[in-house]
């Protein structure tokens, strides 16, 4: 079969905004950091946001009170710390999660489009979740722990081929057309399942889409520990990120030990996208937007871009579950309908401003 | 063509000639096992009668009502996916392109939840809504990856299709839980409402694309040699594979707005065809068979491998496809995607 590969004319597989061959500009520190503090204000204010908006909309003056003297009795305190402010916490968590993995995965892989959803890792959570929900049979909130082996599973799977490919050097379209691929072979094995079983269909599309939803503190406390280990072990690799960018071979002869970093790396990946998942459902293109404008901004140090993504993350999915709850009052937009509705033009855009002059 | 008269290059078309002719053997026999087997066991002497109109009534109902029309659909539908599917692979150079990946299905499975579930389509006007989605989809994959390389188009159509996975998922979760079910069963790819209004569908607009696609399989063949080569051989590349991607899209379009979104077919077909053509070029007449071939036999299973459960055909089509994948993406050799 004389497959030709699509590489010819493909731009530099390398990270984001990589080490160009003309000497990089030195970021300064006082700039970045001054990012960051704009991004916690922004983050503090979505958040605001989130607590106040909603089919009920509530003045700030009683979400304040709500969190400082909270009543029981009053039905607006009620909302706001029971159904309000487990969500918030859980798209910060959430949100962190996918944008750091995001990070992590483009620059492990090398690969400016990495994203959990478009390599197909959200299709191996929904195939758990569904196993769980109609063979198993799960009640409550334990699909969650499948959805998490799911996850893990298929991230191996795909860093597994993305290795494979590594030698030769897998093309950016090459991951995410076997991502695609995964995804379609594993979405036909969930819709087989769900065919003969309404129960389940009728438990799996409300976490199918990607919500906030209902998701109470149980769901927090579950998804916590999960995302502070991988944002730990992820900013503990940054260094070594930073080497791989550079390609394996120069990342070894500088000294780095390159398999304990993309073990490290590869483990807080699979923590972060694993958690995230479980609690939110599959949510494709916030890894991949977040990753991109942190490697914007921040540059291709990892030390800054993971933390700038820390915060971008949660500021997007809690602002786009706010927007959602604007746009269809008093109905709501999942969340992760909004991603992608955002998402994916930006992945055009992406598309054609790295296609421009290189054709 | 270069070098037709070479003994290697006339025995090359000799077996394909045979490859097509065994294939077209194969689809028969599929066809009339399809239209004997059922609830209703009829013998291929009474399908033959009951089609030239010499069976009872109750046979003919039988035969040309229920079972011909699901028939012809399967076939139909079967040639315009591996033909589209042949096509994609061969233009965007890549064994792993085919409408399922590129977003044309799912931008149809997209408008046919919509139609189905809130605007409560069927029929005709189901259809209809499904091909305007699909064309519409794939217009702007075209336009958004207007002058871009051949994988760039490839990304923005994986983006078109997470964003319709989006809209399918959102409907879903709007809508009552038997819509639900009856969305999730169109979308599986099923052949249960094919009557003889989609087979008709289907059948114009096959008859109008298949031959236009099969024409153009010479320029494909110097399309393959890669971009400069061609066009020293005088093909106009740019405007050649414009309307080889937009014939593509068109026939799975077509294809799946009658069937529903069927995996695979388009993936695997063209490898297959390559594979028992033995010639190593592309070979779009027999892609398109083997298109039908195994919807027709998917169809079969499908039906009958459980007992009572009639299952749509597109998960069968799934199971057979997803291992197919896997040996894809794992295997070793230069020709590892």
Same mark, same amino acid.
């Not at chain 1, 400082?68 to 009053?74: E, R």
């Given at each position: 079969m004389p497959v030709l590969p699509v590489t010819r004319g493909t731009p530099d597989p390398a990270a984001p905004g990589a080490p160009t061959g003309a000497a990089p500009r030195r970021r300064r520190i006082g700039p970045l950091a001054a990012g960051l503090l704009a991004l916690a204000a922004a983050l503090v204010a979505v958040c605001v946001l989130s607590l106040a908006v909603g089919a009920n909309a509530l003045p700030f003056g009683t979400v304040w009170q709500a969190l400082?003297?909270?009543? @029981?009795?009053?039905p607006h305190h009620l909302i706001v710390v029971e159904k309000r402010l487990p969500r918030t916490l859980v798209g910060i968590t959430v949100g962190l999660g996918l944008a750091v993995a995001g990070v992590v995965m483009q620059g492990l892989t090398r690969n @400016?489009?990495?994203d959990p959803g478009l390599l197909g890792v959200n299709a191996g959570a929904s195939l758990a979740v569904v196993v769980a929900l109609s063979v198993f049979g799960v009640q409550g909130n334990a699909y969650l722990w499948f959805a998490f082996a799911g996850t893990t599973l298929v991230t191996v799977a795909v860093y597994g081929v993305a290795g494979a490919a590594g030698r030769g050097g897998a093309t950016p379209v090459t991951l995410v057309l076997a991502g695609a691929a995964v995804t379609a072979a594993l979405t036909s094995v969930v819709t087989a399942i769900l065919l003969t079983d309404q129960a389940a269909l009728d438990q799996m599309r409300f976490w199918q889409v990607g919500a906030l939803t209902a998701r109470d503190f149980t769901v927090f406390w579950q998804t916590l520990p999960g995302i502070a280990a991988g944002f730990v072990l992820a900013f503990a690799a940054s260094r070594g990120l930073n080497g791989l960018a550079m390609g394996e071979e120069v990342a070894r002869s500088l000294g780095q030990k390159v398999g304990l970093v993309r073990g490290f790396a590869a483990l807080s990946v699979v923590l972060l996208c694993g958690s995230a998942t479980a609690a939110a459902g599959p949510i494709s293109f916030a890894g991949l937007i977040v990753a991109h404008l942190a490697a914007r901004i921040a540059g291709p140090d990892h030390r800054w871009s993971i933390p700038y993504a820390a915060l971008a993350g949660p500021v997007l999915l809690v602002g786009c579950d706010v927007l959602g709850r604007i746009v269809v009052r008093p109905g709501e937009l999942q969340v992760g309908v909004v991603v992608a509705a955002v998402g994916a033009p930006l992945l055009v855009v992406l598309i054609r401003m790295r296609g421009k002059g290189r054709r | 063509m270069t070098a037709l008269s070479s003994p290697a290059a006339r025995r090359a078309r000799l077996r394909e000639a045979g490859v097509t002719a065994v294939l077209a053997l194969v689809i028969a026999a599929l066809a009339v096992l399809g239209l004997a087997v059922g609830k209703a066991s009829v013998s291929p002497p009474e399908v033959f009668s009951a089609v030239i109109g010499r069976a009872d009534a109750m046979t003919r109902f039988v035969i040309m009502e229920l079972r011909m029309p699901r028939m012809l659909t399967a076939l139909l539908a079967g040639a315009c996916l591996g033909l589209s599917g042949a096509l994609l692979q061969s233009v965007l150079r890549n064994p792993l392109a085919s409408p399922d990946v590129i977003g044309v299905t799912n931008s149809a499975s997209a408008a046919g939840v919509v139609g189905l579930v809130v605007f409560g389509l069927s029929g005709f006007a189901l259809t209809g809504a499904v091909l305007g989605g699909t064309l519409a989809a794939t217009a702007a994959l075209y336009l958004l990856s207007w002058r871009r390389a051949a994988h760039q188009l490839v990304i923005v159509g994986i983006g078109i299709s997470a964003l319709c996975t989006c809209v399918v998922s959102y409907v879903f979760t709007r809508s009552d839980i038997r819509d639900a079910q009856d969305a999730l069963v169109w979308i599986n790819g099923?052949?249960?409402?094919?009557?003889w209004d989609t087979s008709l569908t289907l059948a114009v607009c096959a008859a109008v694309l298949l031959p236009v696609a099969l024409c153009h399989g010479s320029r494909l063949a110097v399309l393959e040699l890669g971009d400069d080569p061609a066009a020293a051989l005088g093909v106009k590349v740019d405007r050649t594979r414009t309307l080889l991607l937009g014939l593509a899209a068109a026939l799975a379009a077509v294809a799946v707005a009658v069937v529903g979104p069927l995996p695979f077919v388009a993936l695997v077909s063209a490898p297959i065809a390559r594979r028992v053509t033995g010639t190593g070029s592309l070979a779009l007449l027999p892609s398109a068979l083997i298109g039908a071939a195994l919807l027709l036999a998917s169809d079969l299973v499908a039906q009958f491998t459980i007992p009572g459960v009639l299952l749509p055909a597109g998960v069968v089509t799934g199971v057979v496809g997803a291992p197919y994948l896997l040996w894809l993406l794992v295997r070793p050799g230069p020709h590892r995607v």
């Open positions: 400082t003297h909270y009543d @029981p009795a009053n @400016p489009l990495a | 099923s052949l249960g409402r094919a009557g």
